[in-house]
T-cell receptor
Framework: NAGVTQTPKFRILKIGQSMTLQCAQD?????MYWYRQDPGMGLKLIYY???????DKGEVPNGYNVSRSTTEDFPLRLELAAPSQTSVYFC?????????????FGEGSRLTVL | AQKITQTQPGMFVQEKEAVTLDCTYD???????LFWYKQPSSGEMIFLIY??????QNATEGRYSLNFQKARKSANLVISASQLGDSAMYFC????????????FGKGTKLTVNP
C-alpha cells in the first residue's frame, strides 16, 4: 500500500520562484492536511481539506495556496518563495469523523529557499 | 484554542530503563483525541499511541503506554525497557473531534537512550 505519497522529497528554490508540492493518498481519506516543520520545532498546520472542493486555512497559510479537485490529491503551491519558507513539509490524511485512528503522514518534502 | 505543552526539550535514559515524556494540553472541547508520534533522525512521522477523551482505561501499545489524567489535562508517554532505537524526537498532539479534525502538535522532546 502506498499510503500518502509526497513529491519531490528535496527541492532548492531561488527567492521569488514558485513551485508545487504534490501529495496523493490512496486510502480514500476525506481529510487531508499540509504541515510545515521548522528546525527543532513541532508541526504547524498550513492548510487543510475536509473533502474534495473544500479547503481552509490553518495556523500559517500566508505564502501558500492549495486546491482539492479530487479526493486523492492535495497539492500545495508556494508563490514567490521566500527564505522563511525553508522548512520540511508534511502532507497527512485522515479517514474522517467518527474514526479514532491516526493521521497518516507522507515522508516529507525538504525545501530550501536561497 | 487548543494547545499542547511539552516542557522537556531533551531527556536521557539508560538502555533497558523506563522513561516518561510529559505532555499537558488545554482545550475547551469535551471530545478530543491525544496522540504520540515518534520522529527518528530520518524524519518520518511514526504513530505510536492514541487515547480518546472518553476512554476510561489508559492506552497501551507494546512498550508504549499513555498515562492519561483527564482532570490534570496530562497525557504522558511511558516507554518501558528503553532501546537504543528509541532515540528520537517525540511529539504529543491533540485532535479536535468534529470539525476539521486537525492535529495540534507540541514542540517535542528529544529522547536519547544511552547504552
Amino acid at each position: 500500500n502506498a499510503g500518502v505519497t509526497q513529491t519531490p522529497k528535496f527541492r532548492i528554490l531561488k527567492i521569488g520562484q514558485s513551485m508545487t508540492l504534490q501529495c496523493a493518498q490512496d486510502m480514500n481519506h476525506n481529510y487531508m492536511y499540509w504541515y510545515r516543520q521548522d528546525p527543532g520545532m513541532g508541526l504547524k498546520l498550513i492548510y487543510y481539506s475536509v473533502g474534495a472542493g473544500i479547503t481552509d486555512k490553518g495556523e500559517v497559510p500566508n505564502g501558500y495556496n492549495v486546491s482539492r479537485s479530487t479526493t486523492e490529491d492535495f497539492p500545495l503551491r508556494l508563490e514567490l518563495a521566500a527564505p522563511s519558507q525553508t522548512s520540511v513539509y508534511f502532507c497527512a490524511s485522515f479517514k474522517g469523523q467518527g474514526d479514532t485512528g491516526e493521521l497518516f503522514f507522507g515522508e516529507g518534502s525538504r525545501l530550501t529557499v536561497l | 484554542a487548543q494547545k499542547i505543552t511539552q516542557t522537556q526539550p531533551g531527556m536521557f535514559v539508560q538502555e533497558k530503563e523506563a522513561v516518561t515524556l510529559d505532555c499537558t494540553y488545554d482545550t475547551s472541547d469535551q471530545s478530543y483525541g491525544l496522540f504520540w508520534y515518534k520522529q527518528p533522525s530520518s524524519g518520518e512521522m511514526i504513530f505510536l499511541i492514541y487515547q480518546g477523551s472518553y476512554d476510561e482505561q489508559n492506552a497501551t501499545e507494546g512498550r508504549y503506554s499513555l498515562n492519561f489524567q483527564k482532570a490534570r489535562k496530562s497525557a504522558n508517554l511511558v516507554i518501558s525497557a528503553s532501546q537504543l532505537g528509541d532515540s528520537a524526537m517525540y511529539f504529543c498532539a491533540m485532535r479536535e473531534v468534529g470539525g476539521s479534525e486537525k492535529l495540534v502538535f507540541g514542540k517535542g522532546t528529544k529522547l536519547t537512550v544511552n547504552p
